[in-house]
C-alpha cells in the first residue's frame, strides 16, 4: 500500500461517525491536461467546471459542517484552472482537509508557495519520472507534499478502473467500500459513487439539480451500496470492475449496514 493510501485509510476511519456522512468528495476542476499518456482515456473536448458550480457545491460542504477530505483531482490536471487558486481558498473555509492532486508538470517553488497560500493542506504528486523524484524531494522541504512513484508499477496495484481496460466477463463476489465513504464530481457536476469509474459511464445524479446531501442519501446510492452490503457487483457500474475496494472504508461500510438495519430498510 503506498503512503498516500495509508494515511488516507486512518483518516476515513476517523471519519465515520454514526450517521454514514461521506469522508470523501472529489472534484475534478477540468479535464483540460498538458499531458496525453497512452493509458488515460480522456475526452478530445476540453471542459471546465462552472466557477458558479464549485462555489456552490463548496458552500453546500460548508453548510453541513463537512470535515472530511476535499480532493482536487480528476482527469485532467487541476492546476490548469484558472480558478483553482480561489476553489481552493473556498474550500479552506470549511472544516475539511483540502488536498489536490497533480502531475507535477507545474510544480515549482512558486507554485508550492501559491497553493499553500491559498490554504491547501496536502499536494500529492504523481511522479511519472523516476529522474523528477529528487526535485520534488528537495521542494517538499517541510510542506505536506506526497509523492507517488508512479513511473514504477510495482510499487502501486494495478488494476482495470471499474472495467475501462481489461474488463472482467462476469461479476465479482466481493463487496467495495467506495459508495460507502466517498463521491466524484466531475467538471460537468455529474456525480459518480467511486473514483474508479475511469469511462465516466452511469453518473447518478448532477449537482446542478440536487444537493450532495440528497445525493448521498438518495435512492440510487442506496440501491448500490444494498446490492454491494452483499458481495453483488452485478450493476452496470460495477460487474466489469477488478478493482478490491475493501483498503479503505470498513467503518462505513459497517456502519450502512447498521444504519440500513436500524432504519428497517434493508
Ligand atoms: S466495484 Fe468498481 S466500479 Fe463499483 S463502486 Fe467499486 S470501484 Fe467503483
Redesign the pocket.
Known amino acids: 500500500m503506498d503512503s498516500n493510501l495509508e494515511n488516507k485509510k486512518s483518516f476515513i476511519a476517523d471519519h465515520c461517525k454514526t450517521f454514514p456522512m461521506f469522508s470523501q468528495i472529489e472534484i475534478s476542476p477540468t479535464n483540460q491536461c498538458n499531458r496525453h499518456c497512452s493509458f488515460c482515456p480522456r475526452p478530445d473536448e476540453n471542459i471546465s467546471i462552472s466557477f458558479m458550480n464549485m462555489i456552490e457545491i463548496l458552500n453546500q460542504l460548508k453548510t453541513i459542517n463537512y470535515d472530511g477530505l476535499i480532493t482536487f483531482s480528476g482527469m485532467g490536471e487541476p492546476l490548469l484552472h484558472k480558478y483553482i487558486g480561489t476553489f481552493i481558498m473556498v474550500a479552506g473555509t470549511t472544516n475539511a482537509i483540502v488536498e489536490l492532486i497533480t502531475n507535477g508538470d507545474m510544480v515549482d517553488e512558486e507554485m508550492i508557495t501559491f497553493l499553500f497560500e491559498c490554504g491547501l493542506d496536502r499536494l500529492i504528486i504523481s511522479v511519472y519520472e523516476k529522474e523528477k523524484l529528487l526535485y520534488f524531494q528537495e521542494l517538499r522541504g517541510c510542506l505536506e507534499i506526497i509523492l507517488r512513484p508512479r513511473w514504477n508499477p510495482e510499487m502501486f496495484e494495478l488494476n482495470n478502473r ?2 475501462a481496460m481489461k474488463p472482467l466477463s462476469s461479476p ?1 463476489k ?1 463487496p ?4 460507502f465513504y466517498m463521491m466524484m464530481i466531475d467538471e460537468n457536476g455529474k456525480v459518480y ?5 475511469y469511462r465516466k459511464r452511469y453518473p447518478i445524479a448532477n449537482t446542478s439539480y440536487e444537493s450532495l446531501l440528497d445525493i448521498w442519501m438518495g435512492q440510487k446510492m442506496r440501491d ?1 451500496r444494498l446490492k ?1 452490503l452483499k458481495g453483488d ?1 452485478n ?1 452496470p ?2 460487474k466489469e ?1 477488478d ?1 478490491k ?1 475493501y483498503l479503505i472504508g470498513q467503518e462505513h461500510f459497517e456502519a450502512w449496514r447498521k444504519y440500513y438495519a436500524e432504519t428497517r430498510n434493508p
Do not use: A, T
Open positions: 471499474g472495467g465479482l466481493l467495495c467500500y467506495y459508495p459513487p467511486c473514483s474508479n469509474n448500490l454491494l457487483r450493476n457500474l460495477c470492475c478493482v475496494g
